[in-house]
């Protein structure tokens, strides 16, 4: 995702370019200004006020004054936990956060009065009877039909204290388990407001999803092949052809799709509830407008992103919920886990100019990080900072986790710029949190802890145990915690060195044959030092951000201008190569070695130790005409195109389902160690003579199988051919299975290859002397196998 920095006027943070991710300006749009809620006509003179036990409801006592309420229910003190609104005892309890407030308001909307922005009922909260510590909760009986609820909270409006309590704002719970606002992803709201005003789902007891038995596949990490996709963006486009386009169930018609392609583990970018019209704004480029494609800016993180269903906000978001519910249960019918995206980082409110919708009114000073003049730290690079390791806070995100994964089936989480939550929060204080003050660590907000309570809750947590969990492990303040990141053993990382000395390697640049290596095996330099293990390191070339594989082979430039951003967005360090002609008309010779380098990096992904990731589209070779930080597009940019796939369907999508099949069917290709030399030999053009030296762009292994017997694997990144000479292996030969320089379907020799005994004949000569040629900027993987001729 990220983004031009909104810093406060007083504090700053420099973000290396090496190491953080792209930046935009965020411009919050909020649209026509909203007016202030106006109470239903409905309206009452008493309350009724009980004990804080339910059962108990004869002894209530009737105050005359209280305001607005109908006589569908009855009110009762509630119960401080758990948090949001829980169906029991025949009724409702809410109970919400806020240390601050003065006062609070229980507000219920109806569907019909939510688009008027009228409230249909509101119940005051007493801190006197409603309030315990700095929990506010209500107990209600009655009828919930056709029911959103919210909240108002009054107090201190005085930024420069980092509070924001605003009475006029109808504020969502964040334990809300939907949100019910725009239904039609796109369109305006009322008055062509971009922030409509959102509610949370009152829970009932009919709210039941039919799981049909599913359960937790529990895929060992190192035998994954993870997917990461868009789920709008994968059926939008008119080829796909979809009865339900850019949904989660467009998703489920796909998805024998993907288990064609081999993939086992689908990552899902942002599907918690955010607004696509946050930077609704003309684009003259394209002659469209702006929107927040990616949603890396949560507005509620138990909700799923309701315009993502087919239903919108029928049954007031429930349809939402059933909806990607059915996504994950049909997903793991097909043996493919569901690994959420999720942006514990930051949320949508932004700085101090953005809008006020959740968190920042009910305790701006607890949910986010602030300096003691109330400015806002941005190590999200987002405009504000979630104060993750904050009591509150951290115990949000560890119910949020546990939600998911209880009652949406999830199983695993990659967390977006991770780091942040390494970070002590504001107010730290460790005699607090540790009982003493902590010798020789300055526990300043910011300051990266080496044992993170949020970590440590969620490493720990026995109802998280199993669950794969992905961190990436930097952020926008330049703290890099590749191969260093607090893990417990089980925490893996999104492998941005993987990426960087891949791309370096595979171009053919010098001096990264050692560290390309390095890659090949695991990454044992960044992990096994920490005890940790190969699949620790998720490997991958191109994700949703930045250049496609196409592009990184077409492209030495960013070509963003379509952003409407003066192409001053977006990464400018992409150590992408266009092979001789930038752009996409080039002359045959040259998409000729675009094809070949496509290979190349697809067959390194899946030859590697580790757990091998890719990017929607990647398989037939999708293009965003070189612009690296699509963010903003909700058009053919982003969208996968199937027409496309179709044609690369005999091409490059053939090896790239080849190629994960081959990585699934060998045993050596996802150890659950580091390769050692009883298994794993280097060689150089000769046998046993492994080439390291700064000029070296050739580098070949062999490798032991249980199941194929042995790989000979090789790279060669020069612009020169070479002949490489085998490893001799008496009463055996090898045989050529793959070989990037050769066309399909060639490329890959399968049993139903046409003619392929004359193919391998061809090259008898060269075997029979133990030889090989090889093309430049090529890669081969040969099988040993008993040789007939003797």
């Not at 999803?209 to 939008?236: A, C």
């Not at 020169?720 to 292996?729: D, H, I, N, Y």
Request: net charge negative; proline share 5%; hydrophobic share 35%.
């Amino acid at each position: 995702m990220k983004l031009q920095l909104l810093r406060p006027p007083s504090i700053s943070y420099n973000c290396s370019p090496k190491f953080t991710l792209r930046y935009r300006k965020k411009k919050l749009n909020p649209g026509i200004p909203s007016k202030f809620f106006t109470i239903s006509a409905n309206k009452v003179s008493r309350l009724v006020i009980s004990s804080r036990n339910a059962s108990e409801a004869d002894t209530a006592v009737v105050v005359d004054k209280p305001p607005q309420l109908t006589p569908r229910f009855e009110v009762f003190s509630g119960f401080p936990t758990p948090f949001g609104a829980t169906w029991r005892d025949g009724g409702v309890n809410f109970a919400v956060f806020s240390s601050n407030a003065t006062s609070a308001t229980l507000c219920l909307i109806s569907l019909t009065d939510l688009p008027e922005k009228r409230v249909t009922e509101q119940i005051s909260l007493s801190p006197q009877n409603n309030r315990t510590g700095d929990v506010w909760h209500v107990f209600l009986k009655g009828d919930f039909q056709d029911m959103a609820y919210g909240y108002r909270f009054d107090g201190s409006f005085s930024p420069e204290d980092g509070l924001y309590f605003d009475s006029s704002k109808i504020l969502l719970d964040p334990y809300a388990k939907a949100v019910v606002s725009r239904g039609e992803y796109g369109a305006l709201g009322p008055g062509e407001d971009c922030w409509p005003q959102m509610a949370g789902l009152v829970p009932s007891t009919t709210d039941e999803f039919e799981w049909e038995g599913d359960l937790p596949l529990k895929f060992s990490q190192r035998n994954l092949v993870i997917y990461e996709m868009h789920v709008r963006g994968f059926t939008k486009h008119e080829s796909s052809n979809s009865k339900f386009p850019g949904t989660y169930l467009g998703v489920v018609e796909k998805l024998d799709y993907l288990k064609k392609l081999g993939v086992n583990c689908i990552e899902l970018m942002p599907c918690h509830e955010f607004n696509e019209l946050e930077y609704y704004s003309y684009n003259p480029v394209l002659g469209d407008y702006k929107m927040n494609f990616w949603g890396y800016s949560t507005i509620n993180y138990f909700s799923p992103m309701a315009r993502y269903s087919f239903s919108g906000i029928a049954n007031y978001g429930l349809g939402a919920v059933n909806e990607f519910k059915h996504l994950v249960r049909e997903a793991h019918k097909r043996g493919i886990e569901v690994i959420m995206d999720v942006v514990f980082n930051h949320s949508a409110e932004g700085n101090e100019n953005g809008p006020v919708l959740s968190f920042r009114g009910l305790d701006n000073s607890a949910f986010y990080m602030v300096a003691p003049k109330g400015e806002f730290y941005n190590y999200s690079g987002c405009g504000n900072t979630f104060n993750c390791n904050h009591p509150i806070v951290r115990q949000f995100i560890l119910d949020c986790l546990r939600y998911w994964v209880t009652e949406m089936h999830i199983d695993g989480f990659r967390f977006d710029l991770a780091s942040i939550m390494t970070r002590s929060s504001s107010l730290w204080d460790a005699v607090n949190v540790y009982g003493s003050a902590v010798e020789g660590e300055t526990l300043t907000t910011g300051t990266p802890l080496s044992a993170p309570p949020l970590i440590d809750m969620i490493s720990n947590d026995p109802v998280l145990h199993g669950v794969k969990l992905i961190a990436e492990a930097w952020d926008c303040g330049g703290l890099y915690q590749v191969g260093m990141f607090p893990h417990w053993g089980i925490w893996s990382e999104w492998n941005g060195k993987y990426r960087d000395v891949v791309r370096q390697f595979i171009k053919g640049t010098d001096g990264f044959s050692g560290a390309f290596a390095g890659c090949l095996c695991g990454s044992p330099d960044s992990y096994q030092e920490g005890g940790r293990k190969p699949w620790n390191s998720i490997n991958f070339v191109c994700a949703h951000d930045g250049f496609t594989l196409a592009d990184l082979v077409t492209y030495n430039n960013k070509h963003n201008l379509a952003n409407g951003e003066d192409n001053k967005d977006g990464e400018n360090h992409n150590n992408s190569w266009n092979c001789g002609q930038e752009g996409e008309f080039a002359s045959l010779s040259v998409k000729k070695l675009r094809r070949r380098q496509m290979r190349n990096f697809f067959l390194c992904l899946m030859v590697s130790q580790g757990v091998p990731m890719f990017y929607m589209g990647d398989e037939y070779g999708h293009t965003k005409g070189g612009n690296n930080n699509t963010y903003c597009h909700d058009n053919f940019i982003n969208y996968f195109r199937w027409d496309k796939m179709e044609e690369a369907s005999s091409d490059f999508f053939r090896f790239c389902r080849l190629m994960t099949q081959f990585r699934h069917e060998c045993e050596s290709l996802g150890l659950n160690d580091f390769p050692t030399a009883e298994r794993l030999q280097w060689h150089g053009h000769a046998p046993g003579m492994p080439d390291w030296s700064e000029t070296s762009r050739f580098v070949a292994f062999t490798l032991i199988d249980s199941v194929k017997g042995e790989l000979y694997i090789a790279f060669n990144t020069s612009h020169v051919a070479v002949t490489v000479t085998l490893p001799e292996r008496p009463g055996y030969r090898w045989e050529p299975l793959v070989d990037t320089g050769k066309t399909a379907p060639f490329d890959f020799l399968s049993d139903d290859t046409p003619d392929r005994e004359i193919v391998i004949r061809q090259y008898a000569h060269f075997l029979d002397g133990n030889l090989y040629p090889m093309l430049s900027y090529s890669s081969v993987i040969l099988l040993l196998s008993p040789d007939e001729t003797m």
